[in-house]
């Protein structure tokens, strides 16, 4: 599995870790990882410091994500992106869209 997810319930906060290939193979787990109900309207992390690279499919589950999430008042945070990833991310203007870090 390429996708885990981190629950801090103090802070709020979700972490999502995508490992490998963050492709159309992720979808299930990545879905999974943050549409409970529970652990809205939390702080989500998505942590791609392990990823190394994303394709389409990776930034239409990502909209599909901030869209759900929007109508639950959470807030989405992309987080260690290396230079590919980031490229990738910058050339579709996410950081329009996301908090990139």
Same mark, same amino acid.
Do not use: W
């Given at each position: 599995?390429?996708?885990?997810?981190?629950? $801090?319930?103090?802070?709020?906060?979700?972490? &999502? &870790?995508?490992?490998?290939?963050?492709?159309?193979?992720? @979808?299930?787990?990545?879905? $999974?990882? @943050?549409?409970?109900? +529970? @652990?809205?309207? @939390? +702080? &989500?992390?998505? $942590?791609?410091?392990?990823?190394?690279?994303?394709?389409?499919?990776?930034? #239409?589950?990502? *909209?599909?994500?901030?869209?759900? *999430?929007? +109508?639950? $008042? #959470?807030?989405?945070?992309?987080? #260690?992106?290396?230079?590919?990833?980031?490229?990738?991310?910058? &050339?579709?203007?996410?950081?329009?869209?996301?908090?990139?870090?």
């Amino acid at each position: 599995m390429n996708v885990s997810s981190d629950i $801090d319930e103090e802070a709020q906060q979700l972490t &999502i &870790i995508i490992f490998s290939d963050f492709n159309f193979n992720s @979808y299930n787990a990545f879905r $999974d990882a @943050y549409s409970n109900e +529970k @652990y809205l309207p @939390y +702080k &989500i992390i998505i $942590d791609l410091s392990k990823c190394t690279m994303l394709d389409s499919s990776a930034l #239409g589950m990502l *909209l599909i994500m901030k869209k759900f *999430l929007q +109508k639950n $008042d #959470g807030e989405i945070e992309i987080t #260690g992106a290396n230079d590919v990833v980031r490229n990738v991310l910058n &050339i579709v203007h996410f950081e329009k869209k996301f908090s990139i870090r």
